[in-house]
């Protein structure tokens, strides 16, 4: 697929029906975004990230304990902190709220995609939420902090909380297409208008179809040889707009609709399995079998010529070690599968 | 010329060799950390499914992180240019669409 895991097309068959979104095609969309913004000048001070960010920052800012040590070593992080706080950019993503309880007293949150940004330029934390109807949104508190603490390492300025324009669900599946067009119309609000309640059914076709788009022009370009992407290639591939939609596109959705994955290039094995099942060549098989104490529980390897495992499991590929044993498995020999 | 001013320096892929393992570090969302020794050549798939066993879960509730991009299945430490301790983080797949 044309995306940076090039992952199956059928990873997102969650974008039909009446689905709720998983962090596949959130991602999957929030790239798409990216090399929308990546080509448009009036967007150039917007910085689209992946979902897994907000999940990083809360684990590094939202318990108890910051964790200061590991953020100092987590530089993707750091270089967006960066660009925002020292740079004035605006960062846009969106966050799964499972982790995330609206109540300090809740031990979870919802299962709810909503939109996060940081606006390093104005100073504002912008969150939205497609549930609130009329009411001011409220951040969850561990986010708050998370988000407070981030900005914290790099700025003394004060951030005050803003909302984002949101389209409001009135349905229980959509609030994954009403994050993305909320992200989308921040991010360029020159050309995205926030999507109407009804239209919703038709924004997540829209989202399909230039998905499907953007892997049909990626997998004709790699059958085409062309080896490297030119700047206008890259160009009109990431201007597809809500009204450019082509028939081939719209033949092409159906096709994947009908269970046809028509985009296999040529000489290509065929992913037979189900959305999430091992794909054709995995080797890995039965579990992984013990080494040193028994009481090590994070003590994981297959190294040692006595605990040599089935040919078909995972030695020769890699060990999981203890940092302890990690010296001493330096010094044996590593096993090759044949 | 003489012939051992023919002679080049290996460099240093040369003296590492493309294959030769190197020390990963798997973090999860919640910080349990688990280490990994893996061949340059090997696809970072089979380190995937390697860590859900041990970790207990399915291949495809997971995913991998590295520098903040999303690791596709058929990328090694090769072709992410990664370096002996370099850290992989772990993310769950998250579903949502929520009830109003």
């Known amino acids: 697929m044309g995306f940076t895991d090039r992952q199956p097309i059928h990873t997102l068959w969650r974008t039909l029906g009446k689905n709720w979104l998983d962090t596949m095609v959130i991602d999957s969309a929030l790239e798409l975004i990216s090399q929308q913004v990546c080509s448009d000048a009036e967007a150039s001070?917007?910085?689209?990230?992946?979902?897994?960010?907000?999940?990083?920052?809360?684990?590094?800012?939202?318990?108890?304990?910051?964790?200061?040590?590991?953020?100092a070593e987590c530089t993707w992080v750091k270089l967006i902190a960066e660009e925002i706080f020292d740079g004035g950019k605006t960062l846009l993503t969106i966050a799964h709220l499972g982790k995330l309880p609206a109540a300090k007293g809740d031990k979870e949150g919802l299962d709810h995609w909503v939109p996060v940004g940081v606006d390093g330029r104005n100073s504002h934390f912008l969150y939205g939420d497609s549930l609130c109807g009329k009411k001011t949104p409220v951040i969850p508190p561990i986010l708050l902090k998370a988000l407070e603490a981030w900005k914290d390492h790099h700025t003394f300025q004060k951030f005050t909380i803003s909302q984002m324009n949101i389209c409001i669900q009135k349905d229980?599946?959509?609030?994954g297409v009403c994050a993305i067009n909320a992200v989308k119309h921040l991010a360029r609000p020159h050309v995205v208008d926030v999507v109407k309640p009804n239209s919703i059914a038709c924004a997540r076709m829209q989202m399909l179809i230039k998905i499907v788009t953007h892997c049909k022009d990626s997998l004709q370009m790699r059958n085409d040889s062309v080896p490297v992407v030119s700047a206008s290639e890259a160009s009109d591939m990431s201007n597809i707009e809500d009204s450019d939609i082509k028939m081939s596109s719209v033949s092409a959705v159906l096709d994947v609709i009908d269970g046809e994955f028509t985009f296999q290039p040529p000489g290509a094995k065929r992913q037979t399995e189900e959305p999430g099942g091992v794909s054709e060549t995995a080797t890995i098989s039965g579990p992984l079998k013990r080494i040193g104490s028994e009481n090590s529980t994070s003590t994981l390897g297959l190294l040692s010529p006595a605990a040599k495992p089935d040919r078909r499991s995972l030695a020769g590929f890699f060990v999981a070690i203890t940092p302890e044993e990690k010296a001493k498995a330096d010094k044996e020999e590593f096993l090759e599968l044949e | 010329m003489s012939e051992e001013d023919q002679q080049v320096?290996?460099?240093?892929?040369?003296?590492?060799?493309?294959?030769?393992?190197?020390?990963?570090?798997?973090?999860?969302?919640?910080?349990?950390?688990?280490?990994?020794?893996?061949?340059?050549?090997?696809?970072?798939?089979?380190?995937?499914?390697?860590?859900?066993?041990?970790?207990?879960?399915?291949?495809h509730t997971i995913r991998f992180l590295y520098d903040g991009a999303r690791v596709a299945q058929t990328d090694t430490p090769k072709s992410l240019e990664m370096e002996d301790n370099d850290t992989i983080d772990v993310m769950v797949e998250q579903v949502g669409g929520c009830s109003p």
Do not use: H
């Open chain 1, 172 to 175: 229980n599946n959509s609030c």
């Open chain 2, 9 to 59: 320096p290996p460099t240093e892929e040369d003296v590492k060799g493309d294959n030769t393992p190197i020390n990963v570090k798997v973090v999860s969302s919640s910080g349990e950390e688990v280490f990994f020794k893996i061949k340059r050549s090997t696809p970072l798939r089979k380190l995937l499914g390697a860590y859900a066993n041990k970790v207990g879960k399915q291949e």
């Open chain 1, 45 to 71: 001070q917007i910085i689209i990230q992946n979902s897994e960010l907000i999940a990083k920052l809360v684990y590094l800012f939202g318990g108890e304990e910051e964790k200061i040590a590991e953020y």
